[in-house]
Structures are given as C-alpha cells and as structure tokens.
C-alpha cells in the first residue's frame, strides 16, 4: 500500500517537499499509539518480540513453523502503524507455539493516509514557513532595495514550490 508519506523525489533519497509536514503528522500519530499502548511498550526485550502481516487474517502454520519474517520490536509496529501501513497482524514471539495462536490485529488510521488532514497539515505548514521567510527577508533586505530582495524571494519561492511540485521521471512513466 503506498502511503502519501513513502514518495520520494527526484533528488536522490530526500523526501518531497510535502514529506516534512507529513513526517511530523505521522510523529503526532506516533505518540497518540504510544500513549495508547504503553504497557506493551514498557515490557522487557525478550518479551517485546512480535512477529507481523499485514491485513487481518492469520498466516497459516506449515510444518517446520510460521512463514513469517523476523520478529519486530512493538516500537517497529507503532512506528508501521503511523505511517499508515495498517491494519497489522501481531503475535508474540513467545506466544506463537499455542494452538490456536493468539493474533491480535492492530488497526489505526493513520494521518498521513487520510488526504484531508495531510492536505491541510501541508498547507499549513508550507504557509508558515513562506510568511516567516518573508518576515526574515523584510527584516534583513531594509533598505533602498528592499523590493528586489522581495520581488526574488517571492520568485524564488514559488518557483521552488512549482519545481518540486512536479512529478519525476518515474512517476510520469509509471
């Protein structure tokens, strides 16, 4: 499932422009999952080991055991769930050998998979940063050139924000 928090831009590994606002949102949801599940948080490591899919069901046991990944710390899990990879499937580590296995589904909507508050935590956050800009570039450029020093940040923001608006190579092929 791809979340608007997992785009990447054309500048190597460096998220969009809308990555940060995005990346805070999900850090919000973070510590609301946190809040939600402290007691598992708080328990020792050789008991903080769970085993994850994604969706609702249950794999099924094979003979030599569970087709499953690695084991998660639940830290791992929370973190998941905040980037709107939900809903998971967990089982302790320590648990998997009862019959039935005791899976328990975490299911959360996260934030940044919600387009309307994405959208509005963007904005609003891009709106912030442009007005401080120009409160900086108003309080450094005083003077007889002040307009110019305006005129190009307010040239320069806008292109920036056009440019990485504007979707990459691959994701115009793809």
């Known amino acids: 499932m791809t979340t608007l928090l997992s785009r990447r831009s054309r500048i190597g590994a ?4 809308s990555s940060l606002p995005l990346s805070l ?28 899919t994604r969706g609702t069901e249950a794999l099924p046991r094979t003979a030599s055991g569970w087709r ?3 084991p998660q710390r639940f830290q791992e899990v929370l973190s998941r769930l905040a980037r709107g990879e939900g809903p998971l499937a967990v089982l302790r ?22 387009r309307a508050p994405a959208l509005a ?3 609003g956050f891009w709106t912030v940063v442009v007005f401080l800009g ?20 307010a040239i ?5 924000v056009v440019w990485l608006s ?9």
């Open 14 to 17: 460096l998220p969009r422009a």
């Open 25 to 52: 949102l999900a850090l919000a949801d973070r510590l609301t999952l946190s809040r939600d599940y402290a007691h598992l948080l708080k328990e020792p490591p050789e008991q903080n080991r769970w085993f994850v």
């Open 68 to 70: 499953l990944g690695p």
């Open 134 to 153: 120009w409160v900086v570039v108003a309080v450094l450029a005083q003077g007889e050139h002040s307009a110019l020093w305006e005129s190009a940040y």
């Open 166 to 174: 504007l979707p990459g190579k691959a994701e115009m092929q793809g």
């Open 93 to 114: 580590e320590a648990d998997a050998d009862q019959n039935p296995a005791p899976w328990h589904t975490l299911a959360f909507q996260a934030s940044v998979s919600n």
């Open 121 to 123: 935590v963007g904005i």
């Open 156 to 160: 320069g923001a806008v292109s920036l």
